[in-house]
């Protein structure tokens, strides 16, 4: 299970389907793409659900056919997103 972490000291800012998040601590700022910003979101509003569950929403949140390529691809972005630390494993 991965969830958004608690209380951040960060920002998020989002246009559209894009964002920024900014780290009050570093000062760093981290680009969130269409799809990373998705998954963020979708691990915010489901934080227990299972890597395949989030795939599936994820897939459904896009438009997107469930494939093995988008396994890869939300597994690759969810280490990105906790490197950050917009998100946490529980």
Partial sequence: MTHASPCPP???KSWGD????????SGDTHYLKP???????????HPGYSPDE????????????DTPQLHELTEDTLAGL?????????
Avoid: F, H, M, W
């Fill in 82 to 90: 906790r490197k950050i630390g917009l998100l946490e494993s529980a």
């Fill in 18 to 25: 894009e964002a920024v998040a900014y780290d009050t601590a």
């Fill in 54 to 65: 989030l795939v599936a929403a994820l897939a459904n949140r896009l438009g997107v056919p």
């Fill in 35 to 45: 799809l990373t910003l998705a998954l963020y979101q979708t691990c915010r509003d």
């Fill in 10 to 12: 960060r920002l998020l």
